[in-house]
């Protein structure tokens, strides 16, 4: 599948973003959409993901209580909702699917392009 991820722009400290990640054909039962992201000089890291069957979530420490994951299956599409945004969630936010849950980049398959946030203080 084709992944189109889209949602970022700039914030102010404790706004809300949604982001998100439509994809060119479905996803299948066994499939597992993550989102990361990528801050200038950093390495990619996990934020959340949600398991396209089941629905289960899983969340990075940092945006557990901030961020919510879900997803409509008519649409195709899994959504980041980034609540009381904080400047250190500034980054480009790439969205991801594969066939296994990982918090790593390497479980994922297929990548959209990333879309940028950014939060001043």
């Known amino acids: 599948v084709q992944l189109q991820a889209s949602g970022g722009g700039l914030v102010q400290a404790g706004d809300s973003l949604r982001l998100s990640c439509a994809s060119s054909g479905r996803f299948y039962s066994s499939a597992v959409v993550g989102w990361f992201r990528q801050a200038p000089g950093k390495e990619r890291e996990f934020v959340a993901a949600i398991r396209w069957g089941s629905g289960i979530r899983y969340y990075e420490d940092s945006v557990r209580g901030r961020f919510t994951i879900s997803k409509v299956s008519a649409e195709n599409t899994v959504y980041l909702q980034m609540d009381n945004l904080k400047p250190s969630d500034a980054a480009v936010y790439y969205c991801?699917?594969?066939?296994?849950?990982?918090?790593?980049?390497?479980?994922?398959?297929?990548w959209g392009q990333g879309t940028l946030v950014t939060v001043s203080s």
């Open positions: 991801a699917a594969g066939s296994h849950y990982g918090t790593t980049p390497k479980a994922y398959d297929s």
